[in-house]
Antibody, heavy 122, light 109 residues
Framework: QVQLVQSGAEVKKPGASVKVSCKASGYTFTSYGISWVRQAPGQGLEWMGWISAYNGNTNYAQKLQGRVTMTTDTSTSTAYMELRSLRSDDTAVYYC???????????????WGQGTLVTVSS | QSALTQPASVSGSPGQSITISCTGTSSDVGSYNLVSWYQQHPGKAPKLMIYEGSKRPSGVSNRFSGSKSGNTASLTISGLQAEDEADYYCCSYAGSSAVFGGGTKLTVL
């Protein structure tokens, strides 16, 4: 069965960086991309971007351009999302999700990770 | 890209039907039949309920249905059950990005 298992919770200071991992299993990793979605406490979902696990192509949300980097390691079927220059409003649960539909902007996420809470606080 | 507009809350009694709207623009909802709907219970990851406007994934109850008219997509839940109480989010293809709605809290009275 398809599973996406994310790394554990993180606490970071403002200005620091965080790197969240997402290990995939149960399917051919390079046949799909990985998207990242975050949710601030008590707030809605926000699409952060996408990476192709096939060739590493990326598509980032405009508001995060320059601060976010998404990568994959095909040898371990793991995707990573690094966010730099953290601010208090980056405090959120970060989800990885498997998009279906063939587009980097596909809104169809059929499998989700369990979420990783990133807290940014001085 | 601005978030899609959803009502903050809706409610209904068991057995009734409710509809949640999701209003976008001609750059997203209006131009593509690529709207998904997600159900999220507290502390859990979202779950795909509807994709491509009106299709249900395997295992999702046929009490859930989706439709679209112009720039507005809708999710209808018929025969409300207690376990349907959750937050619901729409999400649309928007060309170079995907965009979510602000979410709707469904309360089953």
């Amino acid at each position: 069965q398809v599973q996406l298992v994310q790394s554990g919770a993180e606490v970071k200071k403002p200005g620091a960086s965080v790197k969240v991992s997402c290990k995939a299993s149960g399917y051919t990793f390079t046949s799909y991309g990985i998207s990242w979605v975050r949710q601030a406490p008590g707030q809605g979902l926000e699409w952060m971007g996408w990476i192709s696990a096939y060739n590493g192509n990326t598509n980032y949300a405009q508001k995060l351009q320059g601060r976010v980097t998404m990568t994959t390691d095909t040898s371990t079927s793991t995707a990573y999302m690094e966010l730099r220059s953290l601010r208090s409003d980056d405090t959120a649960v970060y989800y990885c999700a498997r998009p279906d539909g063939g587009s980097s902007s596909s809104p169809l996420f059929d499998y989700w990770g369990q979420g990783t809470l990133v807290t940014v606080s001085s | 890209q601005s978030a899609l507009t959803q009502p903050a809350s809706v409610s209904g009694s068991p057995g009734q039907s409710i509809t949640i709207s999701c209003t976008g623009t001609s750059s997203d909802v209006g131009s593509y039949n690529l709207v998904s709907w997600y159900q999220q219970h507290p502390g859990k990851a979202p779950k795909l309920m509807i994709y491509e406007g009106s299709k249900r994934p395997s295992g999702v109850s046929n009490r859930f249905s989706g439709s679209k008219s112009g720039n507005t997509a809708s999710l209808t839940i018929s025969g409300l059950q207690a376990e349907d109480e959750a937050d619901y989010y729409c999400c649309s293809y928007a060309g170079s990005s995907a965009v979510f709605g602000g979410g709707t809290k469904l309360t089953v009275l």
